[in-house]
């Protein structure tokens, strides 16, 4: 959806250094969702934020941290990459109430050397 | 947190009919039934959405039995573009995106 934008489409880095995903949205939704999908499997809930002051712990948040500095954006930091999150991420918004209901964006494909 | 329950992978033959069934059998009051499409490398979109009985969009229709317990997914017509991975997800509209669960869903390949 283009109203979701992902930066960068594709990034490879090497184990031990900290990386940045960024998300942005046109949609005016409140809620943001970081993801992680790996090869053949579903998505996994990694944090997510109902709004600019809330943020909230996922599945797997162990090893990532987040930053909501507008209702627009939402990104996604690695502080210490390792070769197991070497993964597809996805950022998803939704309207307020309406969780179930997500727009995703086109996917960062993260490789860790 | 209702668990779902689909068929790993359908195949199927360019204009057929194809219904996927996803079990749900722990589902709650509040629940909606949510299904996405999802191609290769790209973020899952939404597809159809329903609380109870049928539900029909340009794209699909989704069956609720009474009891809530599984719904079908059903493609008019399939093509080869329609070759995906179906998810089918169970949650509260108000509620928190942890009662959201992305299974591994069901890969549907049309053939020609």
């Known amino acids: 959806d283009a109203d979701v934008t992902q930066t960068p489409r594709n990034r490879i880095t090497k184990t031990g250094k900290r990386i940045m995903l960024e998300c942005s949205q046109t949609?005016?939704?409140?809620?943001m969702y970081w993801y992680r999908q790996d090869p053949g499997l579903g998505l996994q809930l990694i944090y997510y934020?109902?709004?600019?002051?809330?943020?909230n712990k996922g599945e797997i948040s162990d090893g990532y941290s987040v930053s909501r500095q507008a209702q627009a954006k939402f990104s996604l930091s690695l502080e210490s990459a390792i070769p197991n999150q070497t993964a597809l991420y996805f950022c998803?918004?939704?309207?307020?109430?309406?969780?179930?209901?997500?727009?995703f964006g086109p996917g960062t494909r993260l490789l860790v050397l | 947190l209702a668990k779902t329950t689909q068929p790993i992978s359908m195949d199927s033959y360019e204009g057929q009919e194809v219904n996927i069934t996803c079990s749900h059998n722990?589902?709650?009051?509040?629940?909606?039934i949510t299904w996405y499409q999802q191609f290769p490398s790209q973020g899952p979109r939404f597809i159809i959405q329903?609380?109870?009985t049928k539900v029909t969009n340009e794209v699909a229709s989704l069956f609720i039995p009474a009891d809530r317990k599984s719904s079908t997914l059903s493609l008019p017509r399939v093509s080869l573009s329609d070759t995906a991975v179906y998810y089918c997800?169970?949650?509260?509209?108000?509620?928190?995106?942890?009662?959201?669960?992305f299974g591994s869903g069901t890969q549907l390949t049309v053939l020609p």
């Open positions: 949609k005016g939704h409140d809620r």
């Open positions: 934020s109902f709004d600019v002051k809330d943020i």
């Open positions: 722990n589902i709650a009051t509040n629940d909606y």
């Open positions: 997800l169970v949650g509260d509209a108000g509620g928190s995106a942890r009662q959201l669960t």
């Open positions: 998803a918004t939704s309207a307020a109430g309406e969780a179930e209901t997500q727009y």
């Open positions: 329903g609380y109870k």
